[in-house]
């Protein structure tokens, strides 16, 4: 089940809405979690039925080896502790390993010993790579002796809250627990209503009318051996990287949409990342929660400020190319981890030493690098990448170029990819339309028109990207 479907919109939603809120109406507080947590697992359920049980014994797995991480809080008890903590992640990274990397692995072996090893062709888990985050950090945040105030209900609630399940926001189990256990949280909010239908609203129509449109067209492309010129390389990589964008924001805003629906504030998780100058700074405006917990997780664990193989370039590298790898199974992945690492390190060092480029050259500098290395990131293997770097720089092809006929086989893609453009590089985001949105009749029928638009055209549903991580 995804969010843009009728199913969700029209059956689930209402249904989970009203039962919740008329069992806190009635003061039934914990029963109304249990209801909650109930309609999450039954939504993840529907996406990976087959690894359902595993996602449950994994669930309440690491709620035990949490809580048993929350008692060894004495100066003796933390050998044991950091034992512990290691297995839990340690078998955390197993369940995810067996499922995404499997088939890596042994390409990998038959490729170096020259085995003949049957691939397993093991269907990916939806959301397993977020989900996972989430556990892990609630593991090491019980080590740390943060999470002794939360029951299995609260805790459960935090892992499964049916809006972030599968594709985020990584949200923190302070950010959340919290507002559930917030007395004015319980009741039905108009505003919040309103400013979630608002914001799930402009998702869905991110999703549904540009994202959707690019990613079929991008994807055509790149899942073929493709005509490499110069203007079809280009245009279908910028094609994918406005898809990209369009797709994971709009999900995002149908995450906080929700999340404000149920009186709960989801972090944001995009801030107009194309408008960045450099990579240093696109990385802080692009999936914000998964670079904060790379940061408090990854980075600050080999960041030591005064050991010069432990500083700020180093531990750089060591988050990106975890990034990378856990983007996906393949080289091309932790190849455009490691590119995208040296170019913040760039950006960095260029920042610390006062180096400035104009602003102009320096944003369309930046947006062509990041088409680079989307290129990169949606190319099945380094050759399939290769040829399409080579193309983008035939520039002898555009000689034999029909441009009447490219705009006539590609006039719709071409206009959105401009729109989505406009959008990405003029227009404020979601987060600061949300600021000065007004529970008034404008406001109100602008969400009402988008929705509308989009339950017409949803007969057609079509995957988030993200799913495939």
């Known amino acids: 089940m995804i969010f843009s479907t009728y199913s969700f919109i029209l059956i689930f939603l209402p249904i989970v809405f009203g039962v919740y809120f008329i069992l806190n109406k009635f003061k039934q507080h914990t029963i109304a ?60 990274v197993a369940l995810l390993g067996y499922y995404k990397y499997t088939d890596f692995f042994i390409e990998n072996i038959n490729f170096l010993t020259g085995a003949n090893f049957a691939l397993k062709h093991i269907v990916l888990p939806i959301g397993i790579s977020f989900f996972t985050f989430q556990l892990i950090a609630f593991l090491v945040d019980s080590y740390r002796g943060e999470t002794k105030e939360y029951n299995i209900i609260d805790y459960l609630l935090f892992i499964t809250f049916f809006p ?7 949200v923190h189990h302070k950010e959340m627990v919290t507002q559930f256990e917030d007395e004015k949280n319980l009741k039905i909010n108009w505003d919040n209503i309103a400013l979630g239908l608002f914001v799930f609203a402009i998702g869905c129509a991110k999703k549904m009318l540009i994202a959707d449109v690019l990613t079929t067209s991008a994807q055509s492309f790149f899942g073929t051996t493709g ?44 801030n107009s990342p194309y408008k960045a100058t450099d990579f240093q700074e696109y990385w802080k405006r692009w999936h914000m929660t998964l670079s904060r917990f790379l940061s408090t997780y990854i980075f600050r664990s080999v960041y030591k400020k005064e050991n010069k193989w432990r500083n700020y370039y180093i531990a750089t590298m060591v988050t990106f190319f975890v990034s990378g790898f856990w983007h996906g199974a393949g080289w091309n992945f932790v190849a455009w981890g490691i590119l995208n690492g040296v170019l913040v ?55 034999n170029t029909d441009f009447i006929v490219f705009w006539n086989n590609n006039r719709k893609e071409i206009i959105v990819t401009l729109l989505g453009m406009g959008i990405c590089f003029f227009a404020p985001n979601t987060s600061e339309i949300s600021e000065k949105f007004k529970t008034n009749l404008p406001c109100l029928l602008y969400a009402a028109v988008l929705l509308g638009i989009c339950l017409v055209t949803m007969d057609k549903v079509v995957n988030f990207l993200y799913f495939q991580f």
């Not at 972030?164 to 990584?170: F, H, N, Y």
């Open 345 to 399: 390190c760039i950006a960095a060092y260029r920042n610390r030493k006062g180096k400035k480029s104009p602003y102009l050259l320096a944003f369309i500098l930046n947006f062509i690098l990041v088409i680079l290395t989307r290129v990169l990131f949606v190319s099945e293997s380094f050759t399939y990448a290769w040829e399409v770097y080579k193309g983008m720089f035939n520039f002898g092809s555009l000689a």
């Open 33 to 92: 979690k249990i209801w909650l947590i109930i309609a999450s697992l039954y939504f993840y359920g529907q996406g990976s039925p087959k690894f359902f049980p595993f996602f449950l014994g994994s669930i309440f797995g690491n709620y035990c080896v949490g809580s048993a991480l929350g008692t060894l809080t004495k100066k003796e008890d933390k050998r044991q502790a950091k034992l512990l903590l290691l297995v839990g992640i340690l078998a955390n």
């Open 227 to 270: 005509n490499f010129t110069f203007l079809n390389t280009w245009f279908y990589s910028l094609e994918y990287t406005i898809s990209y964008y369009f797709d994971l924001s709009g999900y995002a805003d149908m995450a906080i949409g929700l999340g404000l629906m149920f009186n709960i504030v989801i972090p944001q998780n995009f």
């Open 164 to 170: 972030q399940l599968i594709v985020g926001p990584i």
